[in-house]
């Protein structure tokens, strides 16, 4: 069974449009870390931001923000005002205490921004 | 401070042939790791390395895919014979320590494009 589930597969919206992108999570360990990945079209998967299973409080950086909630188990990931810029595939994953070295991403969900 | 380089960016090889994957992390980062990312599926684990030593290798499909990290440097991922299922991207990552550490993170290369026909 998939460990993280990213339903959206794609996702078009006009720029400026607030715009959420889902991820739901399975582990029967009470100790994990979250993560979103961006991947631009130069490929490389880009770092966003880590969230351990212990810190449940909302998280803002700028245009983004994370919603950790144990009880859906889900993180899911909202671009505020978005632009051009912020089309790109992104990956949401997880990994757990018994190795944390190992992730598990979702199959990722692709952000179309038109101008 | 350069990053993840993999090499080559693509490549097409036909099924029944060898390809070697090229991954350079970044210097000092002992810990190596693989991935691939297959049909527009989620990224998978292949393998963890820690210097020259695979630490953790649940990942790799089948005796077709062979890794190796001479010198705790650069790290190759050798599929023979490539087989038409293997197309796919193929991720390397390096970080400085375990990722268990509060403070590591992991970078990611750009990837290689296998496509195999």
């Known amino acids: 069974a998939q460990k993280v589930t990213q339903a959206q597969t794609e996702i078009s919206v006009v720029e400026k449009e607030d715009v959420t992108l889902d991820c739901v999570y399975e582990?029967?360990?009470?100790?994990?870390?979250l993560f979103w990945y961006k991947q631009p079209p130069s490929g490389e998967l880009v770092f966003l931001i880590r969230?351990?299973?212990?810190?449940?409080q909302n998280e803002i950086s700028g245009r983004y923000s994370w919603n950790f909630q144990k009880s859906t188990s889900s993180f899911n990931f909202t671009i505020t005002a978005s632009q051009v810029v912020d089309s790109a595939v992104y990956f949401c994953?997880?990994?757990?205490?018994?190795?944390?070295?190992?992730?598990?991403f979702g199959s990722g969900t692709k952000l179309n921004v038109k101008p | 401070e350069a990053g993840v380089t993999q090499f080559p960016s693509h490549s097409v090889i036909e099924k029944g042939q060898t390809v070697t994957l090229r991954c350079d992390p970044i210097?000092?980062?002992?810990?190596l790791y693989w991935y691939r990312r297959v049909m527009g599926k989620e990224i998978k684990f292949l393998l963890h390395?820690?210097?020259?030593?695979?630490?953790?290798e649940s990942g790799m499909p089948n005796n077709r895919f062979l890794a190796e990290r001479t010198g705790g440097t650069y790290s190759t991922l050798k599929v023979q014979p490539a087989e038409l299922e293997d197309s796919g991207v193929y991720f390397c990552?390096?970080?400085?320590?375990?990722?268990?550490?509060?403070?590591?993170?992991?970078?990611f290369g750009q990837g290689t494009r296998l496509t195999v026909v």
């Open positions: 990552a390096s970080s400085q320590d375990k990722l268990a550490r509060m403070n590591t993170e992991a970078f």
């Open positions: 582990t029967r360990d009470t100790t994990y870390y």
């Open positions: 969230r351990n299973s212990f810190d449940e």
């Open positions: 994953a997880l990994s757990e205490i018994r190795d944390f070295n190992k992730f598990y």
């Open positions: 210097s000092g980062h002992d810990n």
């Open positions: 390395f820690v210097k020259e030593s695979k630490q953790d």
